[in-house]
């Protein structure tokens, strides 16, 4: 959990503040099924994960499950690398686990929304990381939240120049773009991103660990998502229910 509460204090949050989310954090790790996916990511058992999480949907559903099983899980496999245990065997190395939790996820959530190719797609969705961004399991996630409501979510990936952005608007004329950036340093181009989508017809929305003060968020286009990936689908849908927003 170090390296939470080191990125929360890099992205404006006071020592206590981070501290606080850390231990709440810690809280929520305790559930079992968190537990479950650690375990099999440490023995590098993609199957066992894959397991965990049709698991967790068939009693939570989708949406939950992103929330309190995958991302967290993902957020604590994340953070391996900062602990002494990452170095025993029994781990299988933190970098493996890693990557190989990541593509399970990502093949998870692409089987997730492949399950619901038959669901008629009303209203389309551009969802891209920032200029400087890498990591697209949040976006992912959202598209496949979202693809069970009947979204046709369009993801451009990591690192989406600015430019491109607003070609893929005027190309796609999406009802709304979201843009993602998770560290203060990155957060700067993400907004020069959102500023030359913002003439658009497109709602503009942005999420990720770059915005969560509220001073970060100050004088930002668009409006800001929050961290549950489910209220933010909510949030979508709710802005932009029936079509084109106003500009």
């Not at 690398?81 to 996820?105: I, K, M, N, Y």
């Not at 920032?130 to 993801?155: F, N, Y």
């Amino acid at each position: 959990m170090l390296r939470q509460m080191r990125d929360d204090i890099t992205r404006g949050h006071r020592a206590a503040d981070a501290a606080a989310s850390v231990r709440e954090a810690q809280v929520k790790a305790w559930d079992p099924l968190i537990e479950h996916f650690v375990e099999a990511a440490r023995h590098l058992d993609s199957a066992a994960m894959m397991h965990v999480l049709d698991s967790a949907r068939i009693e939570r559903g989708l949406g939950r499950t992103v929330d309190e099983i995958l991302l967290p899980a993902m957020r604590q496999i994340g953070g391996w690398w900062e602990t002494a245990r990452c170095d025993a065997p029994s781990f299988g190395g933190s970098v493996a686990s890693e990557h190989l939790a990541t593509q399970t996820v990502r093949s998870w959530l692409s089987r997730s929304r492949q399950a619901l190719s038959d669901i008629p797609r009303t209203q389309r969705e551009i969802l891209s990381c920032g200029p400087q961004d890498d990591h697209t399991l949040a976006l992912e996630s959202l598209a496949a939240v979202m693809g069970k409501d009947g979204w046709d979510c369009r993801i451009l990936g990591a690192r989406t120049p600015a430019p491109s952005l607003s070609i893929a608007i005027q190309q796609i004329n999406p009802v709304a773009a979201v843009v993602v950036s998770h560290l203060s340093v990155a957060r700067r181009s993400a907004v020069e991103a959102l500023r030359l989508a913002q003439h658009s017809n497109a709602c503009l929305f942005y999420a990720g660990g770059a915005f969560l003060s509220r001073q970060a968020r100050r004088g930002v286009p668009g409006t800001y998502l929050g961290t549950n990936v489910s209220q933010a689908a909510d949030l979508i849908a709710e802005s932009c229910p029936t079509g084109w927003c106003d500009p």
